[in-house]
Every structure is written in C-alpha cells, then in structure tokens.
C-alpha cells in the first residue's frame, strides 16, 4: 500500500513523537507499506522553519536527509498535481495541505493525516 504522509505525521515518525498515534505507526511500519514524502512537505517545513515555527523543529536539508535514511520515497509535484487543486472543494485553505490531497488523489495513493479537515476530501485520507 503507498502512503504519502502528511507534514506533521512525516515528522512526528522521524523524530519518534509520542504525538504519532498507534494507528499511524502501525500504518508506517506495515511491511506492506511503502512510504512517501511530496517535495511539498520538504517545501512546507523549509518555509515553516525559517519562520522559526515551533512546530518545524528541523531544516529541511535535515529532514530530508532523515527522511531518506528511513527509507521513504520521495514524491515529485508534477503539473497534474498542481492542477488537480482547482478540483478541490473548499474545505481547507493550507496550500500544502491541498497540495497533498491533490496528489494523494492523482496518484492515487492514501494520504496519512492528523487534520480531520483534510480526511473530508476522500476516503483515500486516513486520520490518525
């Protein structure tokens, strides 16, 4: 099964957060699973973290340098991805969040989340 995590699952499994919930790890660590990262959360978490959020505790350089020590495969936006936003109904306005639902339908792929706004798009969108 292809799993595209979003930002925030992404990084709480790098980083082994207790915030991961036992669903989410149980997803992730599945032998069935591959796992992958979009080039939009190595964008959202180098814009986030240079803005000193607290919730982006690492660079991107670095995080997607862990990301690629864990074994995930990294996902490309690719033309159809950033059109496919413009199918998506207004239910949530973060860019990159809409970025990841439109790709996780495109591919398609299930797409990870703890956002329950996010898992209204599609019953391809887990929430954990």
Do not use: C
């Not at 992404?10 to 069935?32: G, Q």
């Not at 199918?87 to 439109?102: C, E, G, K, Y």
Request: proline residues 7%; aromatic residues 6%; charged residues 20%.
């Amino acid at each position: 099964m292809n799993l595209l995590l979003d930002t925030h699952v992404a990084l709480w499994a790098i980083t082994d957060s207790p915030r991961l919930t036992t669903r989410a790890r149980e997803l992730i660590s599945s032998p069935r699973a591959t796992i992958w990262i979009s080039a939009a959360t190595i964008w959202e978490i180098t814009i986030k973290h240079g803005l000193h959020r607290g919730d982006m505790p690492v660079p991107g350089h670095d995080a997607l340098r862990y990301f690629r020590e864990s074994g995930y495969r990294l996902l490309a936006i690719e033309p159809e991805h950033a059109a496919a936003v413009a199918d998506l109904p207004p239910h949530h306005q973060d860019p990159f969040d809409r970025m990841l639902v439109a790709q996780a339908l495109t591919e398609p792929m299930r797409l990870v989340t703890h956002d329950d706004l996010m898992a209204r798009y599609s019953d391809l969108i887990i929430a954990v």
